[in-house]
């Protein structure tokens, strides 16, 4: 297992355009995390799953923004019609439970223009 | 609401100085603490948790519930510890960690 992976790593779209990124949880954890880590900020919690279902989500989510995680493995966040306050870093993240702590990602950079 | 504040966003010392990152938090109820860090060009990754009562890489963290405070000390800095360091708070009844804007540290030669 090489951790949690997360893909594209750099994404540049023009606003209006829909993008999705995908995470791929470290395999023996049934919780996965969604955060935005914008300059000069922490990361900010979006959403989670355990297993498949998602349990938990941030009124930072909008109705712009879809997660899944079919099957309770890997999950995909959508935004439609990205707007430029979307640009950020969008990181994922997978545990056994919060206070065993998170293994994240590298990050998906997001790039509005 | 549930809030982490780092009340320094930089600190410079020299090798060998002693450190103390500030963390202060706002919970009404038992809240568990984090320490996560992101050294350069590498993803964040857990540095050490209350729960655990635990040292990692020299570094320790006491939980003071009268001045809700989880300051993160090392007696004696390396520069393998430059970094941008990140306090988190979780609590029982959500799976999520709620961060502070994070601090960087730097220690020079």
Redesign the interface.
């Known amino acids: 297992d090489t951790g949690v992976s997360q893909d594209p790593r750099h994404k540049i779209t023009k606003r209006g355009q829909n993008v999705t990124f995908r995470c791929d949880p470290i395999s023996e954890h049934n ?1 996965l ?1 969604w955060y935005r880590q914008t300059l ?6 979006l959403t ?1 799953f ?1 297993n498949e279902a998602q ?2 989500k ?1 009124r930072l989510l909008s109705d712009r923004f879809s997660a899944e995680r079919p099957k309770g493995s890997f999950s995909t966040l959508e935004i439609q019609r990205t707007e430029q306050g979307d640009s950020a870093m969008y ?1 994922c993240a997978s545990s056994s ?3 065993y ?7 998906t950079r997001l790039t509005v223009v | 609401a549930q809030r982490v504040t780092q009340p320094e966003k930089l600190l410079s010392v020299f090798k060998g100085a002693p450190v103390e990152l500030k963390c202060n938090y706002s919970y009404s109820g038992s809240p568990e603490l984090f320490w996560y860090v992101q050294y350069s060009r590498q993803r964040l990754q857990l540095l050490l948790r209350h729960i655990s009562r635990e040292s990692i890489k020299g570094f320790t963290a006491d939980l003071n519930k009268g001045e809700t405070s989880f300051h993160l000390k090392k007696p004696f800095a390396q520069e393998e510890d430059s970094a941008m360091y990140y306090c988190a708070l979780s609590w029982s009844a959500s799976e999520k960690l709620v961060f502070g804007k994070g601090m960087k540290l730097t220690v020079n030669p």
């Open positions: 919780r995390y000069g900020q922490g990361p900010e919690f989670y355990q349990l938990e941030s990181l439970g919060t206070f702590g998170y293994t994240f990602g590298s990050g």
